[in-house]
C-alpha cells in the first residue's frame, strides 16, 4: 500500500496445514509512516509493524506431547493507522501465549512448558511471563504391594501427589523492555506442594480421611524492612538473595451416610427416603509468623519503638507461609428427601421418584487457637425444585454471639445474655422460573412445491412455530444490624427481573429483559 503523503505498507500473510499433523498461520506487516506535526509544520518519519502467528498442532499427531502457539506483538500505534476491520482499530491489547505439554509414558509424571505475553497500546505496559514451568506427579501408592496378596492393608492407601511450578516474570513500559534494569529488577519464583492422605473405613460404614499437605516458596528476591530515623518511616529494600520458606498442615475427616425410608402399602405415595451425611473435619496450622520458620520479621514502625510484623513475601510471585495459628474442627450436615409415587408410564418398576427437597444443609465450625470468638458463625442453605420448571434456593447465617447496645460484637454467648442460641444475621432467598416452547414434532424440510406456495400466497399462511424462552427471577436479601440503641435494625433488597426471548426466523432472534428493585423503585430495562 502506498498512500499519498509518502508513507507505505507491505504485509505478507499465509495459512499451512499438514494433515494429521499441525496447522496454524502467520502474518506480517511493515508500516512506514510520514506524521504530520502542526508545530512544525513538517513530517516526522515512524515506523510501525505488527506481528500474528497462530500454531495447533493435530491431537493424532504426537498423542504424549502437545504444542500450541498464538502470537500477536507490534508496535503501539500500528492498530491506530492500519486497523482494519474496525475491531482491530479499537483493539488495544496484544496477547500471546506458547505451550508445550509433555506426558511421559508409563509414569505418573507430565510437565508443560509455556511463554505468555501481553502489552497494552494504552498504557504501553508490558507483561512477560517467559519461561513458565510446570511440573506434576499424578496420585501414586509407594507402599502398595505389585502382587495383591490377602486383605490391603492400611498403609497401602497412603497416596501422594507432587506438584511444581515455576516462572520468571518481567512487568515494564515498552521502551525498557530490554534495559539492563528491567532485566535486573526481573521477578522469579517457584511453589512445591505436596499432599499425602490415607483414606480408610471405621466400623465399615465411616469413611475416615487423614491428610498432610506441604508447601515450599522460592523467591530470588528478599524484602527487608528497617525504620529510618532520619526519615522517620520504614524503608523497604529489595535484595537479589535466594529466600526459601515452608509450612505445613494436618487435617483428618470423617463422614458417612444415614438413610431413613418409610413405606406405604396403600396409596399412590410408596415410600419417603431420607439421606443424612454427616462431615467432621479437623485442621491444624501452625503460627508461620513465628521467627523460628524464617517467613517473617518484626520491624520497628514508629519513634516509640513500636513493632510491627510483616512477610518477607509482599512482592513474590507465590505469596509465603500465613500468619497465624489455626487449631479447629469444622462440621457439616447434608440432607436430602425424596417421595416414590406409583407411575403407569414405568413398565418397569411402576414408580416415578420426585426429589422434594434437593439439600438442607447446616455448617459450622470451631477455632481452638483463637483468643476470643472460637465458634464460627452457622450457615444453613437449602435448595429445591418444582414443577421441573421453578427453582428455589435459600441461604441464611446466624450468629452465636452476643451484640451490646453499642452494636459491638461482644466474646459472650447470646445463650447467657437472651438465653437464645443463635441470632439472624442475614438471610436470601431466591425463585427462578424457565420456561420455553415444546419442541415441534413437525418437519421444517418444505417440498419444492410448498416452499413455492408461500412465496405467491402472500399473507394467507402464517407460520405459528416461533422458538421462545422466558425466565423469571426474584430475589430478596435480608439484613440485621444490631444499632447503637441496642435494637435490631433490618434491612432488605426485593428485585424481579423478566427475560424473554423469540426466534422469528432461524438467522433472527429477539430478546429483551427488565427489572424492577421494590425498595428503590427503580426500573431497568
Known sequence: NIYSKGSWLINASSRFVSKYRFSGGFSVRYADTRVFIPET????????????????????????????????????????????????????????????????????????????????????????????????????????????????RWYEKIGITYTMDAKNQVSTYDTLLFTQKTLTNALAGAHHYIPLSVPFQLFRFVTVTPSFTYNETWAVQRYNRTWDPELNQVVLDTVQKFLAARDYALSAGASTRLYGIIQFKRGKIKAFRHVLNPNVSWNYRPDFSDPKYHAYQDVQVDSTGRTQRFSMFPGALYSGPPSGEFNGMTFSLNNNLEMKLASRKDTVSGTKKIKLLDALNLSGGYNFAADSFRLSSFALTARTSLFDHIGLNYASTFDPYYTDTTGRRRNIYLWEQERKLVRLTNASLGLDAHFQSPKSKRSTTLSQQQSDYLIYSGNQYADFNVPWTFSAGYNLFIRKVNTSAGLDSTTFTQTLSLNLSFSLTPNWRVSGSTSYDFVNHERNF
Not at 493435530?58 to 507490534?74: M, W, Y
Not at 476491520?85 to 509433555?102: A, E, F, M
Request: no cysteine; glycine share 4%.
Open 41 to 152: 509544520n513538517s513530517y516526522a518519519p515512524s515506523q510501525q509493524f505488527n506481528v500474528r502467528l497462530n500454531y495447533v498442532q493435530d491431537a493424532k499427531a504426537r498423542p504424549n506431547s502437545q504444542l500450541n502457539a498464538s502470537v500477536a506483538f507490534g508496535t503501539s500505534g500500528f492498530n491506530q493507522l492500519f486497523g482494519n476491520p474496525l475491531n482491530t482499530y479499537v483493539d488495544n491489547l496484544y496477547q500471546s501465549s506458547i505451550s508445550y505439554h509433555q506426558t511421559l509414558p508409563n509414569t505418573p509424571f507430565n510437565f508443560t512448558i509455556s511463554a505468555s505475553h501481553q502489552q497494552s497500546t494504552l498504557t504501553h505496559l508490558v507483561s512477560l511471563q517467559l519461561p513458565v514451568f510446570n511440573f506434576s506427579m499424578n496420585q501414586i501408592y509407594p507402599f502398595k504391594r505389585k502382587q495383591q496378596i490377602g486383605q490391603q
